[in-house]
T-cell receptor, first 108, second 113 residues
Framework: RKEVEQDPGPFNVPEGATVAFNCTYS??????FFWYRQDCRKEPKLLMS???SGNEDGRFTAQLNRASQYISLLIRDSKLSDSATYLC?????????FGRGTSLIVHP | DAGITQSPRYKITETGRQVTLMCHQT?????MFWYRQDLGHGLRLIYY???????DKGEVPDGYVVSRSKTENFPLTLESATRSQTSVYFC????????????FGQGTRLTVV
C-alpha cells in the first residue's frame, strides 16, 4: 500500500464551483503535510502547508484529520486557472512522500 | 538568483551510457532529494541527502549513484542508462525539521534510446 493515497480523478467542474480533494496517509507519526500544485510538464510548487488543525489561504482551505489520517483541500469559486494536478505530501522523517496527484479540470 | 536549478533540462542518451544530472541550490538547505516522476507512479524518491557527505537510498535507488561533497550541489548519476530510466527527474531541497516544505527544480526530461 502506498504511504500517501489520492483519487487521481479527473475532477471536472464548472467555473465557480466548489471542489474538494481528500488524501489519506498511512504513517501515523507524520507531523507535517502539504499540498502542491503541478501544471503540465512543470515542477510541483508548494500551495499550502497543513499543520495541526488546518490552514486557509484565500479560496483554498486545507484540513487535517489525524483520527482518520487524511488531509483535504477545498477550493472555492474555482477558476479556469486552477486546472492542474494537486499533489499531497506527508513530511514524516523529514522526507516528503507524495501521492500520485489528483487532476482538476475547470471548464467554462 | 536564489533557488534551485537543474541541468540539463532535456537529455537524450543511449542505452549503456553514463549520464549525470546536476542540481544546485542557493538556499543552504540541509536536505536535498532526487525524485523521478512517471505516469501512473507519481513522484518516487530515488536518493536523498541530509547534509554534505550524508546520503541515503529512497524507494527506487537501483541504477543510480549520488554524491554530495558540497551543501549546494547534489548530482545524480545513471551509471549505465536503461530505457526504464526514461523519466522526468526532479531535484528538491528543504530545510528539514518537522516542517520541511520541499522546493523543486524545474526538472530534467531524460530519454534513453
Amino acid at each position: 500500500r502506498k504511504e500517501v493515497e489520492q483519487d487521481p480523478g479527473p475532477f471536472n467542474v464548472p467555473e465557480g464551483a466548489t471542489v474538494a480533494f481528500n488524501c489519506t496517509y498511512s504513517n501515523s507519526a507524520s507531523q507535517s503535510f502539504f499540498w502542491y500544485r503541478q501544471d503540465c510538464r512543470k515542477e510541483p510548487k508548494l500551495l499550502m502547508s497543513v499543520y495541526s488543525s488546518g490552514n486557509e489561504d484565500g479560496r483554498f482551505t486545507a484540513q487535517l484529520n489525524r483520527a482518520s489520517q487524511y488531509i483535504s483541500l477545498l477550493i472555492r469559486d474555482s477558476k479556469l486557472s486552477d486546472s492542474a494536478t494537486y499533489l499531497c505530501a506527508s513530511g514524516g522523517s523529514y522526507i516528503p512522500t507524495f501521492g500520485r496527484g489528483t487532476s482538476l479540470i475547470v471548464h467554462p | 538568483d536564489a533557488g534551485i536549478t537543474q541541468s540539463p533540462r532535456y537529455k537524450i542518451t543511449e542505452t549503456g551510457r553514463q549520464v549525470t544530472l546536476m542540481c544546485h541550490q542557493t538556499w543552504s538547505h540541509s536536505y536535498m532529494f532526487w525524485y523521478r516522476q512517471d505516469l501512473g507512479h507519481g513522484l518516487r524518491l530515488i536518493y536523498y541527502s541530509a547534509a554534505a557527505d550524508i546520503t541515503d537510498k529512497g524507494e527506487v535507488p537501483d541504477g543510480y549513484v549520488v554524491s554530495r561533497s558540497k551543501t549546494e550541489n547534489f548530482p545524480l548519476t545513471l551509471e549505465s542508462a536503461t530505457r526504464s530510466q526514461t523519466s522526468v527527474y526532479f531535484c528538491a531541497s528543504s530545510e528539514g525539521g518537522a516542517g520541511g516544505e520541499a522546493f523543486f527544480g524545474q526538472g530534467t526530461r531524460l530519454t534513453v534510446v
